[in-house]
């Protein structure tokens, strides 16, 4: 079997040693902007091989990722057309699925094109934050065509089972709206939670000095690559405003139970809050 990666960062890093750790004789090659990840990936045995860009080096392959970030997924698929065989099958892994389908179904791809969402990652990023085991228990979504052959799409997901994931099949407007609410909103709220602090903060810092666990845990995720996270705001705006409206509302809601002393209402919202986390 040959697998193409193409964008060798944390997710792309990371499935490429899954598949290593399951099935060494898996050919993987792999595509990034960055020579120097190429080299690394190529002396710890994650790939056999790799390149800078798009080459005859990706024919043949079984199944291609596209795992770099979602504005460059879809052009790397644009592209992709001069190097696909009659069974290949082209995947990616981008946080926002509605636009890539759309993009694949226009470009004449969906008889090969099955969008992917590993739901694990980390608020570091590249490829020497990747890890083996990062997506071991994770949902893995997958978001085939309703015309997708059943054949490719099981070949996907023994993929998805090699990397330790669970793959978990929905239509891609389904996946936005859920990805909306347990990943997107939750980064602009650990974004803003840490610039309101930054702001209100004085001059010897101790408002950083004095964040105990509560808060370390809760804006973890504002480490993450900024660029990255302006391009999925960008592609899932929609799902995100409708559902950031809401999340307002809410807190309109909190900060009326604060301003007339609310208790009863307050601890009710605390009680159905960890009563379904509790659940996760």
Request: hydrophobic residues 40%; charged residues 25%.
């Amino acid at each position: 079997m040959k697998i193409s990666i193409l964008g060798l960062g944390l997710i792309g890093g990371s499935i490429a040693r899954s598949i290593k750790a399951c099935d060494s004789s898996v050919y993987i090659y792999a595509v990034s902007g960055h020579m120097e990840n190429i080299d690394s990936a190529v002396l710890d045995g994650v790939i056999d091989a790799g390149g800078r860009g798009l080459s005859e080096n990706l024919r043949g392959s079984d199944v291609i990722f596209l795992t770099a970030p979602v504005e460059i997924n879809i052009k790397y698929l644009r592209s992709l057309r001069p190097y696909l065989d009659e069974d290949t099958v082209v995947t990616d892994g981008g946080s926002v699925k509605s636009p890539i389908m759309k993009e694949a179904k226009t470009l004449g791809l969906s008889g090969c094109f099955i969008g992917g969402h590993p739901m694990a990652g980390s608020e570091k990023s590249g490829y020497k934050s990747s890890r083996a085991d990062l997506l071991k228990d994770a949902r893995y979504i997958l978001t085939p065509f309703e015309n997708t052959d059943q054949t490719k799409l099981t070949k996907i997901k023994d993929i998805v089972t090699m990397t330790g994931a669970k793959a978990l099949v929905m239509d891609a407007e389904k996946h936005d709206r859920l990805t909306a609410a347990v990943s997107h909103i939750p980064h602009i709220v650990s974004a803003s939670l840490v610039n309101l602090v930054k702001h209100s903060d004085d001059r010897d810092g101790l408002a950083k000095e004095i964040a105990a666990g509560g808060f370390r845990d809760i804006t973890r995720i504002s480490s993450s690559d900024p660029e990255m996270w302006r391009q999925i705001c960008m592609e899932n705006r929609e799902s995100i405003s409708f559902l950031m409206r809401g999340y307002i509302d809410s807190l309109n809601r909190i900060l009326d139970m604060l301003e007339n002393s609310d208790e009863d209402a307050l601890k009710s919202m605390f009680s159905d809050a960890k009563r379904y986390r509790d659940e996760i």
